[in-house]
């Protein structure tokens, strides 16, 4: 059975994220430690203890990373490894990693790096972003393609698309999007316009980070968001994770490569079930778990066994 292992973004974060795994195994517990060292932060502090930084962008992405990476080792562990992997914007760096394209340690450290960047880059209050829920993309393409300053974001799935830019182009989208026909039009609560051209000098200065990072060959394919095409050489991974920054996440499209690619089961890797609902409206055909206990190990067991 072909597997892909499939990782949220931004947004699917919480306390006590991959607490069960660290409590059960020896090696989480080194996780932890090597993933504080890397981001210089007190990672279990971070993940297990009340505290308002979690929702940070700079401390939410090697967060998220640290506790969907300690969710896959136990996967691996078991033997269950991803013939192509995936993940939306932040997820991107988890899938290099299980791809084996780059380490722990570094996409750690650079997601912090990256989090920084994207929320800095762009005065308070200058740029944001809104989700249109019911609206085809093409639609939302034709509303916006005047209104200079805003972009598209997230295609996420059909009939939920995010867009991001200059706050007043955003504003002035909103109600015409309304008006075209969304079932919702919602703003964000973001510290930035996260995927939009005004990101750019945020991942042109992510590039340096980049740079001195070490990438291995990779294992298995994965899937990038900014073109949804299945990368099998490392080379152009740092071109791509620059460019991400700024562009829009072809996520529907990127679950469509899945399928072309003969994906039979989709494992999504971290807490919540956003990428469920997103596999479950674009290619309801293929099955998806989500892995965010130790407990759920058992299920997938059962799953490629049965």
């Known amino acids: 059975m072909k597997i892909a292992f499939a990782y949220p973004g931004q947004g699917a974060q919480k306390i006590g994220m991959a607490k069960d795994f660290v409590d059960s195994f020896d090696w989480a517990k080194d996780m ?96 944001t972003m809104a989700a249109i829920v019911g609206l085809d993309s093409d639609v939302i393409e034709s509303v916006i393609k005047d209104i200079d300053g805003c972009t598209m974001a997230n295609y996420n799935c059909p009939g939920q698309i995010v867009i991001t830019g200059k706050k007043d182009a ?37 590039r340096r980070y980049l740079d001195n990072a070490g990438l291995s060959d990779l294992e298995v394919p994965y899937v990038a968001n900014c073109n949804a095409e299945i990368i099998n050489d490392t080379s152009v991974v740092r071109d791509l994770l620059q460019k991400q920054v700024s562009s829009p996440v072809m996520w529907e499209q990127s679950l469509r490569t899945m399928k072309d690619f003969g994906v039979e089961l989709i494992i999504e890797i971290g807490p919540g079930k956003t990428i469920a609902g997103f596999v479950k409206k674009t290619i309801p055909e293929i099955p998806v778990i989500n892995v965010s206990s130790v407990e759920d190990i058992a299920k997938v067991k059962e799953a490629l066994n049965g």
């Open 32 to 127: 932890i430690k090597v993933a504080s060292d890397a981001s210089e932060i007190d990672m279990a502090k971070l993940l297990f203890e009340e505290n308002d930084d979690i929702n940070i962008t700079e401390f939410t992405q090697p967060a998220l990373v640290t506790a969907c990476m300690i969710m896959t080792r136990a996967l691996t562990n078991e033997g269950i490894k991803p013939d192509i992997t995936g993940g939306l914007s932040l997820g991107e760096y988890c899938a290099l990693v299980a791809s084996g394209a780059m380490s722990f340690a570094d996409a750690v450290r650079l997601t912090r790096i990256r989090g920084s960047l994207m929320s800095n880059t762009v005065p308070a209050g200058e740029g």
């Open 170 to 206: 955003v504003g002035k989208a909103m109600p015409l999007l309304s008006e075209a026909g969304a079932r919702k039009v919602v703003p964000l609560n973001v510290s930035g316009p996260f995927h939009s051209p005004m990101l750019k000098p945020a991942g042109d200065n992510l």
